[in-house]
Every structure is written in C-alpha cells, then in structure tokens.
C-alpha cells in the first residue's frame, strides 16, 4: 500500500508544481494594449488651421493688347491699370527742356503711354498715336509718351525719326513707372477730364484698341480706329 501513496503522493505533487509553473507564466507575461481606435475626422480637421485658397481670375492679370477692366472688388484690391481711380502723379523732365506735369492737364482728356526707344511695338505705336493726335487734337486730346530709364538723348533722336507730335517725358529712374504699375513698356492710359483713369492697355496695340481707349475720354465724340 505504501507504494501506491508514494505514487499518488508524486503525481499530486508534480500537479501542483505545473500549476504553479503555469501561472508564474500567465503573471510574467506582457500585458495586452489596447488597440488603437483612430479619431474621428471631424476632431482632426477642427484641430487643423483651415487654408482659403484664392480662385483663379482672368480679369486680374492683362493680355497685350487687350483694355484693361477693373479687377474683382474685395478688401485692399486694386483696378487694373488703375481704372476708376485717379490718375497717379506725374511730374518728369520733358525732352528739349521743361517739366511735364500730369496735374496741369486736367480738365483735359489725357493719353498717357509709357515706352522705350528700344521697344519695337513702342516703334510701330508712335506713327498710330501721332494720327490719333492729329485727329483729336481739336477735341482736347492731349498724349504724352514718357520714356522709361534712357537718356535724353536716345529719346530725342527716337521722337525726330518717328516725327513724334506729342510731348515726351524722361523717367530716369523708373520711379514713376513704378508708381503706376507699368512693368513692361509700352503700357497706356487713358484719363479723363476729371483726371480718372478710365482705361488702360499693355502694348504692343493696334488702332482699335487705342480708338476705344480715346473714345472713353471723348464723350460724345465719334472715334474711329
């Protein structure tokens, strides 16, 4: 009988060291993490700074050869080539001696156009506005060109050859382009009796453009190209 207790005795004994073998494992084990839940889109996005992107619009950059129209409206915006607003300053040495001065002109429709002796649509302009001069002269129709950062000189010899019929200014340093936004010359303006800019045009154009341009000056009269 003794043998069989032994036996008993060491099965319930090997029993026991299983079990507590066993759950040392299960305590020494790690513990499971709670698995990731992500969060709701509607939380990211309100912690996100929104971003408003401008849409594209056509009105806000000019073609060449096409007047210009005011931009859209909106805090801080400016019309395009200034329409609507009135005329920037303008005071700069005149070719052959003198000042040109924007300010003494109003009361009268003044053509504005901003060039350079080196430009070629500024070349094939010059013999299209001295007709527009001509023409419109009696009207009241003033132009002046003003050449942008060259010398006397060069500018004079340009006005002789292309036998120019308006006066010429001499912006030297290109301030007053700047002033009036006209990057790229020839750029052209249009300003009413009031002194308002009413149009304006990137070079180089053809006659119908300058003839709208002049006939938003010249109220009542028939311009033609």
């Avoid at 020494?28 to 971003?51: H, N």
């Avoid at 419109?136 to 002789?160: C, P, Q, R, S």
């Avoid at 010429?168 to 007053?176: E, F, P, R, T």
Wanted: glycine share 12%.
């Amino acid at each position: 009988m003794w043998p069989r207790l032994s036996i008993v005795a060491g099965l319930l004994t090997g029993v026991v060291v299983a079990a507590l073998v066993l759950g040392g494992l299960l305590y020494l084990s790690p513990r499971s993490v709670p698995a990731f839940t992500p969060q709701p889109s509607s939380v990211i996005a309100s912690a996100s700074p929104s971003i408003a992107v401008p849409s594209p619009s056509a009105s806000s950059t000019a073609s060449p050869g096409v007047s210009g129209s005011p931009s859209p409206s909106g805090s801080g915006s400016v019309a395009l080539f200034h329409v609507g607003a009135p005329a920037p300053a303008l005071v700069v040495p005149k070719v052959g001696g003198g000042t040109i001065d924007l300010a003494k002109y109003k009361g009268k429709p003044v053509w504005v156009n901003f060039m350079g002796t080196n430009c070629p649509p500024c070349q094939d302009e010059f013999p299209l506005m001295n007709g527009f001069a001509a023409r419109y002269g009696g009207d009241g129709l003033v132009i002046l060109a003003i050449d942008v950062k060259e010398d006397e000189a060069a500018v004079a010899t340009f006005a002789n050859e292309l036998e120019a019929s308006f006066p010429l200014g001499l912006d030297s340093d290109g301030s007053a382009a700047a002033r009036w936004d006209a990057v790229v010359p020839p750029v052209h303006f249009w300003i009413d009796k009031a002194g308002i800019v009413r149009d304006g045009a990137n070079g180089g154009i053809g006659s119908d453009v300058m003839a709208r341009g002049v006939g938003k000056i010249l109220p009542g009269v028939k311009v033609t190209p």
